[in-house]
């Protein structure tokens, strides 16, 4: 079995270095992205007090958007769907109707 063995750079005749790359500290984005996210969930639950209801109704949004439904306000390219969903609450562009049960079970 042949031992690998470290062969002199030709260009610099030293030593052989071993090139390190910098890595991308991560950056401010995606913080400030989770940041909009819990600022329009705090001001769709203003519009629908209701968490349950409000979880639901961005939920089926997000699956129509998810499908190629056209969003309903003016969205950025790094927008998720759940924030289209929750602006889109925000501008009363999406309505919800809540079912009573009648009070005979029918």
Known sequence: MLAPQLVPSVLTNS???ILQFPI???R???RSLRHMTTQLLNEA???IPNQ???INVVSKRVRQLGLGHRP???TTP???LTDIALKE???GKLAYESLEESSDGA
Do not use: H, N
Request: net charge negative; no cysteine.
């Open 15 to 17: 030593v052989p270095v």
């Open 24 to 26: 991308p500290q991560p």
């Open 28 to 30: 401010d984005p995606v």
């Open 45 to 47: 639950a203003q519009v």
């Open 52 to 54: 349950q209801l409000l």
């Open 72 to 74: 309903l306000v003016e």
């Open 78 to 80: 790094r927008m998720s």
């Open 89 to 91: 609450i925000i501008a």
